[in-house]
């Protein structure tokens, strides 16, 4: 009786590099294979685009385009956040507007004169 099997060449394991990738190449190489619209925003990123919504009517616009239409989800969350915001800082300086002509300058007139006592008190120095 013939052995009919076939033999097997021994596979040898493939060689692992022994050369340590720091979390950061790590992090980087993730980073990397995701798609654009789900990439990661840097620190200087974020403060960047802080600076750029800012800007008096310029910013504004950008801050609604970026809210609507920008491809990085990371991006459009930030401006929707920012967004959300300055929405409630109008709203609060409106209530603000508001109480204050109903009891007739009783809020602001208070935080002049406060205002108006500090610069007197600089005077002799100025």
Same mark, same amino acid.
């Given at each position: $009786?013939?052995?009919? $099997?076939?033999?097997?060449?021994?596979?040898?394991?493939?060689?692992?590099?022994?050369?340590?990738?720091?979390?950061?190449?790590?992090?980087?190489? !993730?980073?990397?294979?995701? @798609?654009?619209?789900?990439? @990661?925003?840097?620190?200087?990123?974020?403060?960047?685009?802080?600076?750029?919504?800012?800007?008096?009517?310029?910013?504004?616009?950008?801050l609604l385009i970026n809210a609507i239409g920008?491809?990085?989800?990371?991006?459009?969350?930030?401006?929707?956040?920012?967004?959300?915001?300055?929405?409630?800082a109008v709203i609060a300086a409106v209530v603000?507007?508001v109480a204050d002509t109903l009891l007739q300058?009783?809020? !602001?007139?208070?935080?002049?004169?406060?205002?108006?006592?500090? !610069?007197?008190?600089?005077?002799?120095?100025?």
């Open positions: $009786m013939k052995n009919t $099997m076939k033999k097997t060449k021994k596979v040898k394991p493939a060689k692992v590099s022994t050369k340590k990738v720091s979390k950061r190449k790590q992090l980087k190489n !993730i980073e990397k294979q995701l @798609p654009k619209s789900y990439r @990661p925003i840097s620190g200087w990123g974020y403060f960047w685009r802080a600076v750029l919504y800012a800007i008096p009517v310029l910013g504004w616009i950008v920008s491809k990085n989800r990371n991006g459009r969350y930030f401006a929707r956040s920012y967004f959300c915001a300055l929405l409630l603000l507007l300058g009783a809020i !602001i007139q208070p935080l002049k004169d406060l205002g108006n006592q500090g !610069i007197d008190s600089l005077r002799p120095f100025i």
